[in-house]
């Protein structure tokens, strides 16, 4: 069996943590638009709405961030 380079270890590992960072930004969004648009989907929570929205924007910015990320693809600081 033979052994990887350090380069192709490395466009694996990227490769790996971009599909990542892809998959739990979609999630972290569409948790904060489910929370922004609950009311219109029929779903009501117990919450204060200053609360609610707080924490949709901060999902919204956040999973936007980690989809920016992994586009980005910078996980090599030199």
């Not at 599909?19 to 029929?42: C, H, Q, S």
């Not at 924007?57 to 980005?72: S, V």
Request: proline share 3%; net charge positive.
């Amino acid at each position: 069996m033979a052994q990887e380079s350090p380069d192709n270890r490395r466009k694996q590992y990227s490769l790996m943590r971009s599909i990542l960072d892809y998959g739990m930004g979609g999630i972290i969004l569409l948790f904060g638009f489910f929370f922004l648009f609950a009311e219109k989907l029929g779903f009501y929570f117990d919450l204060e709405p200053l609360f609610k929205y707080f924490f949709s924007f901060l999902c919204i910015i956040y999973g936007a961030w980690r989809i920016y990320r992994g586009y980005q693809k910078n996980y090599y600081s030199e």
